[in-house]
């Protein structure tokens, strides 16, 4: 069956009162965006309440619907076949076509919905409805018309042309990425935050990212991996400016002058104040990381509230109340678990102490700090200044 339109289909958009043109503005934006990446001219219009797709003659239908499969806020997505209006019977005609082309010998319960956008149509949305069901029961003599609970809806749209469709699609959900303002993520190379990124970027935030880097214990492999799980990342939420922080000095140095159990928290820290400098400068309007409450030493409560301190911007974590397990299959579903498994480890895995606190004390965390006041302002600077910014669509 080759389909002319897509009908794109959203919830939360719809309860925006006056502001909704805006968020359906950024839907339209992101689609269009999405769709670039698809062979052909498409052509993405907001009319008379609804959001079509128009194809051209020829495209990928497979490619098109995976690239819709990712924006933010679509919640259905529904190929549709468009007829000319040539009068009722020729409708009815259409409509049977349409049933034997997309449900050849259909033999279910169904109903048929019918919208009349063109108000000067003749005939009722309800008595369209009735004939056409008649005809379909013609074709089909082993279906079964259910208006309550039909295992089939057919919606006919009554247009300047005539718009079928039967399908839905499960879109993402969610807000249109640019709706919400921006974050940065601590993104490292393994399976939280990736998943932590998709999460906050469905709720419409765009999303930038920092990655800290620590040559020659770290290798440009492990770079890399973090560099494909930003691609992935951003098929998703759009483009994706990446922050790559050498922080190989700054983590010697720690591990010189901090007693060896709070290493782990006060890198983080560390990580948070340079995370904080790059979200600032770019106005995000906070922090995102993929910490789940108990899932490491550093991931206690009271490890969290030590990381935090030493932040004014908030600190959104998206998949604090998940279980690994949990974290893993939505990892599986945004297509980033592969990639995060590959053997290439980051700077939170090669310093890591054997016995690391898990109640820090924040007074204790601060004298440990003093220590550092001789270089390690020095030593931000530079990797502030070494920075490499990579854009990633």
């Not at 309550?148 to 718009?163: D, F, G, N």
């Not at 290493?263 to 820290?269: F, H, K």
Request: charged residues 25%; proline residues 5%.
């Amino acid at each position: 069956m080759i389909y002319h339109a897509f009908l794109i289909k959203y919830a939360e958009i719809a309860i925006k009162g006056k502001n909704r043109y805006l968020f359906e503005d950024a839907l339209v934006k992101q689609m269009n965006i999405a769709l670039s990446a698809v062979e052909g001219d498409f052509s993405v219009v907001k009319e008379q309440g609804r959001i079509y797709v128009f194809c051209p003659e020829e495209y990928d239908y497979e490619d098109t619907v995976a690239a819709l499969k990712r924006v933010f806020g679509i919640v259905y997505i529904c190929p549709v076949v468009i007829y000319e209006d040539q009068g009722f019977d020729q409708m009815a005609k259409d409509v049977v076509s349409y049933m034997q082309a997309c449900h050849p010998g259909y033999a279910g319960t169904f109903k048929v919905y019918t919208r009349r956008a063109k108000k000067s149509y003749p005939i009722p949305s309800m008595e369209v409805s009735a004939k056409l069901g008649g005809s379909i029961l013609d074709a089909f003599p082993e279906a079964r018309v259910d208006v309550h609970e039909p295992a089939l809806t057919l919606s006919v749209e009554i247009r300047e042309k005539i718009y079928v469709y039967s399908q839905a699609i499960k879109g993402p959900g969610g807000m249109p990425v640019g709706t919400n303002g921006k974050a940065m993520l601590l993104l490292s190379g393994g399976i939280d935050s990736p998943v932590a990124g998709y999460m906050i970027a469905k709720r419409g935030v765009k999303i930038e990212a920092v990655y800290f880097h620590a040559p020659p214990y770290t290798s440009e492999r492990a770079k890399q991996k973090v560099v494909d799980l930003a691609k992935l990342v951003a098929k998703y939420s759009g483009p994706i400016r990446l922050h790559v922080v050498n922080f190989t000095d700054i983590q010697l140095y720690i591990y010189d002058q901090c007693p060896h159990d709070e290493l782990t928290i006060i890198m983080r820290r560390y990580m948070m104040r340079i995370a904080e400098h790059f979200a600032k400068k770019d106005n995000c309007l906070g922090l995102i990381t993929g910490e789940s409450i108990g899932q490491v030493a550093s991931q206690t409560l009271q490890s969290l509230a030590a990381t935090n301190e030493v932040c004014t911007l908030p600190v959104y974590r998206p998949v604090i109340g998940f279980d690994k397990q949990e974290i893993v299959e939505r990892a599986w579903e945004i297509g980033t678990y592969d990639t995060s498994v590959l053997p290439y480890e980051d700077c939170c895995t090669i310093f890591v102490a054997k016995h690391p606190v898990t109640k820090p004390n924040l007074k204790v965390i601060s004298r440990s700090e003093e220590k550092l006041s001789e270089k390690i302002q020095e030593l931000m600077d530079e990797a502030l200044r070494t920075t490499e910014v990579i854009e990633i669509r």
